[in-house]
């Protein structure tokens, strides 16, 4: 059973910091990974998709990066701002046919950038 | 842009009604899917239809159903709603060529 852990929990950061959030899952046969991004009491925002066969993918100052093998993803954050502060999400897609329409998510790091 | 739309931002409806939800997606998607978000438990799968008229059942069906009769329109029903279906619901669609999934704003229901 595929298993999605982020870690940290909790992130709070000054303005203008670079930061990594980590997204690590346990069965590598994944189709795709998809980053998403959740303001309170709101829904999910999707921010990056990345599939399979890539390594990485670039939006902004958003850069999300793969590595299958070892069951890792990273969201980095560059520069950061107060607008930033959300939950983040990652969600990964199983490759085998019939099962492939389940997303499992990670419980998400919630993100605090301070002015 | 996809647009998945929910009829309702917040609900309030009391032990024993029957309590419809709706989500529409303007991007003619064949995957629907309604979740729950509880703190603590993250997002959980009630159900997921593939096709008009076409359902298949999540991780947590029980007390739910749901109804597909237009490609664009999925409803998520709950019989005879119970405190403990207190919660956000938030509806998605699927992108096929891609299988990018997109979300609607939820619905916050409390059920007293």
């Known amino acids: 059973k595929q298993e999605v852990t982020q870690i940290p929990a909790a992130l709070s950061v000054p303005e203008g910091e670079n930061l990594v959030l980590n997204c690590s899952f346990t069965?590598?046969?994944?189709?795709?990974l998809q980053w998403f991004r959740q303001d309170p009491g709101k829904g999910l925002t999707s921010l990056l998709l990345?599939?399979?066969?890539?390594r990485e993918q670039t939006s902004g100052r958003l850069n999300a990066s793969l590595d299958k093998s070892s069951g890792r993803s990273t969201l980095y954050i560059a520069a950061s701002q107060p607008g930033d502060s959300a939950t983040y999400l990652c969600?990964?897609?199983?490759?085998?046919?019939?099962?492939?329409?389940?997303?499992?998510f990670g419980k998400g790091t919630l993100l605090t950038v301070n002015p | 842009d996809v647009k998945v739309t929910q009829s309702s931002r917040y609900l309030v409806k009391r032990t024993g009604e029957k309590v419809f939800l709706e989500c529409v997606q303007d991007?003619?998607?064949?995957?629907m899917f309604w979740y729950r978000q509880d703190p603590g438990l993250g997002l959980r799968l009630i159900y997921f239809?593939?096709?008009?008229?076409?359902?298949e059942k999540g991780d947590i069906p029980e007390g739910y159903s749901v109804s597909r009769e237009k490609k664009e329109r999925f409803s998520l029903i709950l019989e005879s709603a119970s405190t403990n279906q207190t919660s956000m619901y938030l509806c998605?669609?699927?992108?096929?060529?891609?299988?990018?999934?997109?979300f609607g704003p939820g619905t916050r229901l409390t059920v007293t």
């Open positions: 969600a990964v897609r199983p490759h085998s046919g019939g099962s492939n329409y389940k997303l499992t």
């Open positions: 069965d590598s046969a994944i189709y795709n």
């Open positions: 990345i599939q399979s066969s890539q």
């Open positions: 991007m003619d998607h064949e995957n």
């Open positions: 239809s593939y096709d008009v008229k076409m359902k």
């Open positions: 998605a669609s699927l992108r096929a060529t891609t299988y990018e999934q997109y």
